[in-house]
């Protein structure tokens, strides 16, 4: 089964500074992964996806995200972090068991923004 | 597009009691998912549906029944509230075409539901 670490609970940093989010995945096959952002009393909204291609994918925001399969990961990035960028960040993996594009979410990332 | 609407926004229960947390969406999406959301645990999903009439259990399903009998409503359904069932709510929906892969899912703004 699939599965996806998202090893920082919180992270802190500065308006203006660079961002990166960890995440590792779990799956026996090519992974589908996703990058969702949560605003506080929000639903959760795509930021980007990658599946195939580029291993370097951008996503709206100015958050762009880099798979590499051989360390299991997909780390999302941005380079200068705005106050709006405050949330909480999930990392997913799409598998197909029994139908239908089920999606596997970490645990997320909580982002603070200092100003 | 309203896109994916959740009531009610909150809601508390007592031990026993029912209720049903409707979805609706207007995006004419086939897939429609249900997720609770605890802190510190990500998203698990309870019950998704690739069409009016066919649904199928996630990975945390006891507790909960669904129907759906028209592509816009996904209602979920607590028959008998427990306090493990204090959770956030979250609805989503995507049009997914044969086996494609990689669809975005659209999120609700999510239920908060407290069982006392």
């Known amino acids: 089964a699939q599965s996806v670490t998202q090893p920082d609970i919180h992270i802190t940093v500065s308006e203006g500074a660079s961002l990166e989010l960890r995440c590792n995945y779990s799956?026996?096959?090519?992974?589908?992964l996703f990058w969702y952002v949560q605003s506080p009393g929000q639903g959760l909204q795509l930021l980007l996806k990658?599946?195939?291609?580029?291993?370097l994918v951008q996503g709206i925001k100015g958050f762009e995200a880099e798979f590499k399969r051989s360390q299991s990961s997909f780390n999302l990035r941005k380079p200068s972090v705005h106050w709006s960028d405050a949330a909480e960040y999930f990392c997913a993996v799409e598998g197909i068991t029994g139908g239908g594009n089920k999606l596997t979410f970490g645990t997320g990332t909580q982002l603070k923004v200092e100003l | 597009n309203a896109g994916v609407t959740q009531t009610p926004k909150f809601r508390i229960l007592k031990i026993g009691q029912s209720m049903t947390l409707q979805c609706t969406q207007d995006?004419?999406?086939?897939?429609m998912y249900w997720y609770r959301q605890d802190p510190g645990m990500g998203l698990k999903l309870i019950y998704y549906s690739v069409g009016a009439g066919i649904t199928d259990k996630g990975e945390v399903p006891n507790g909960y029944n669904v129907s759906r009998s028209t592509t816009e409503d996904f209602p979920l359904r607590l028959e008998l509230a427990a306090p493990s069932q204090t959770s956030v709510y979250f609805c989503?929906?995507?049009?997914?075409?044969?086996?494609?892969?990689?669809?975005?899912?659209?999120f609700g703004p999510g239920t908060r539901l407290t069982v006392l």
């Open positions: 989503a929906s995507s049009y997914q075409i044969g086996t494609g892969r990689g669809n975005e899912q659209f």
């Open positions: 990658y599946f195939s291609g580029d291993t």
């Open positions: 799956y026996g096959a090519t992974p589908y």
């Open positions: 995006m004419n999406h086939n897939y």
